[in-house]
């Protein structure tokens, strides 16, 4: 069935430093990546998403890159700041479903 | 500000009973989800919905059942709550008349069974 690695699921760095987050999805019908950060006792949020014609996108400190052939997608957080500090989610839908299909996601510890 | 809500946020029950969780949305999105969050586990959906007259299972929606009773009430019940039922549920929404859609997600619902 649909499947959406995640890695690695812990994370540490470095204030300033950056961290990126990888996926690998199965199926080849997906065509849309979304990002999702969920901080300690709150609900998970938006932060970026690409489309499959697409091959990178960034927003400011965020960016995402899709390689479709390999069936990989990753975040890239760069100068990473305290506030950074969260589980990250990603994850895969398919051409013409609306099902979402989630990573176990990864837990993002930036070090003052 | 339109949102999603849920009640209850919290609840304790024992084995056996039967217990109802709620969502309600105010973004006058038709597509509403439930999924179920456990530690290292990620987002795991248990059913999810188009419409009020469209109801579809998840990955995981054995012990559960949902009813959608308007666009913007989406419930879940378990008939007969087990103790591997104790999760964060988390409610989700997302407009449907796009390709690509943003999901919503309510505050969450942390269930305990004993």
């Known amino acids: 069935g649909e499947n959406v690695e995640q890695h690695p699921s812990t994370l540490s760095v470095q204030e300033g430093d950056s961290a990126v987050i990888k996926c690998t999805y199965s199926?080849?019908?997906?065509?849309?990546f979304p990002w999702y950060k969920q901080e300690l006792g709150k609900r998970p949020q938006l932060i970026i998403d690409i489309r499959s014609n697409v091959g990178e996108k960034k927003d400011q400190r965020i960016a995402v890159t899709l390689n479709k052939t390999a069936k990989h997608f990753s975040l890239h957080i760069t100068e990473t700041q305290p506030e950074d500090s969260a589980v990250y989610f990603c994850a895969a839908r398919a051409s013409g479903t609306y099902k979402y299909i989630f990573g176990t996601g990864t837990r993002l510890k930036v070090l003052a | 500000d339109a949102d999603v809500t849920q009640t209850p946020r919290n609840r304790i029950t024992k084995t056996g009973k039967r217990i109802m969780l709620e969502c309600s949305q105010t973004?006058?999105?038709?597509?509403m989800y439930w999924y179920r969050q456990d530690p290292g586990l990620g987002l795991q959906l248990i059913y999810y919905?188009?419409?009020?007259?469209?109801?579809n299972k998840g990955e995981i929606s054995d012990g559960y059942s949902v009813s959608r009773q308007a666009q913007a009430k989406f419930s879940l019940s378990l008939e007969s709550a087990i103790p591997n039922q104790t999760a964060l549920y988390f409610c989700?929404?997302?407009?449907?008349?796009?390709?690509?859609?943003?999901?919503?997600f309510g505050p969450g619902t942390r269930l305990t069974v004993l």
């Open positions: 973004k006058g999105h038709d597509r």
């Open positions: 989700a929404t997302s407009p449907g008349d796009r390709q690509y859609n943003e999901q919503f």
């Open positions: 919905s188009f419409d009020v007259k469209d109801i």
């Open positions: 199926d080849s019908a997906s065509n849309y």
